[in-house]
């Protein structure tokens, strides 16, 4: 089954401890992204990624890095959490970089800052 | 910049009324549009998309086409059902297709 997985799905943590959301896909996809979803804003772009080692800022990069060593995960790290991080957080997959293609998306991570 | 408006919500129908969402998009060039739907608890799934103008989405029962005179979406259906309780978000992709451009969704709520 084509699937994008997260872990964790839930995460409650306090300010300044570093934290790793990991990403996988099973669909050998060589894009990856992260978003953000916030309350009336709907979801942002973190992150994107066009290929093993090739990573590029979205539009809410700040606070954030990622990772592509393989193919199939694409981690988001936290190097110092603050409570404006707290969100719903997508990874999200697809095959190619145009722009007609469907992005799959995993079942988000809650985060929680204190 | 590119941007995406819609509704806001939320939506509260009965069983078997019709649905519309309203979206509009403001891009460079010719977008991709989609409509993306998330049920509780779950990660967002393609519900439809259209890659030109003129064309039409569909997708059980609900149906969108893509207006490029109005730059409009609309995402509708003739008659809703319980299960169809989720929010909806209207999105579209600029040409690099780096990203979607995601409206700031809309809650539908159905009730029997």
């Not at chain 1, 990991?22 to 990624?49: A, F, K, V």
């Not at chain 2, 549009?33 to 030109?52: C, H, M, N, S």
């Not at chain 2, 259906?77 to 995601?102: E, H, I, T």
Request: with cysteine; proline share 4%.
């Amino acid at each position: 089954e084509a699937q994008v997985t997260q872990n964790p799905r839930y995460l409650i943590t306090v300010t300044g401890k570093k934290l790793t959301v990991t990403c996988s896909q099973n669909m050998n996809h060589e894009y990856m992204s992260w978003y953000r979803q916030d309350p009336g804003l709907g979801l942002r772009q973190i992150y994107y990624s066009m290929n093993v080692e090739v990573t590029d800022k979205g539009d809410v990069p700040e606070g954030y890095k990622v990772s592509r060593k393989e193919k199939r995960n694409f981690p988001l790290i936290l190097e110092s959490p603050s409570p404006n991080q707290t969100s719903l957080y997508f990874c999200a997959s697809f095959g190619s970089g145009i722009g007609t293609d469907t992005q799959y998306f995993g079942p988000g991570t809650r985060l929680t800052v204190l | 910049g590119n941007s995406v408006t819609q509704m806001e919500g939320p939506v509260t129908l009965s069983e078997e009324a019709f649905l519309t969402i309203n979206c509009t998009y403001t891009a460079t060039g010719y977008p991709s549009l989609f409509w993306y739907v998330q049920y509780p608890g779950e990660g967002l799934q393609l519900l439809l998309k259209a890659t030109k103008a003129d064309d039409k989405g569909s997708n059980k029962g609900f149906e969108a086409t893509y207006r490029k005179e109005t730059t409009s979406f609309h995402l509708e259906k003739g008659s809703v059902q319980v299960s169809d309780s989720a929010v909806y978000f209207c999105a579209l992709s600029d040409l690099r297709g780096n990203k979607l451009v995601f409206g700031a969704g809309t809650i539908l709520r159905v009730k029997s």
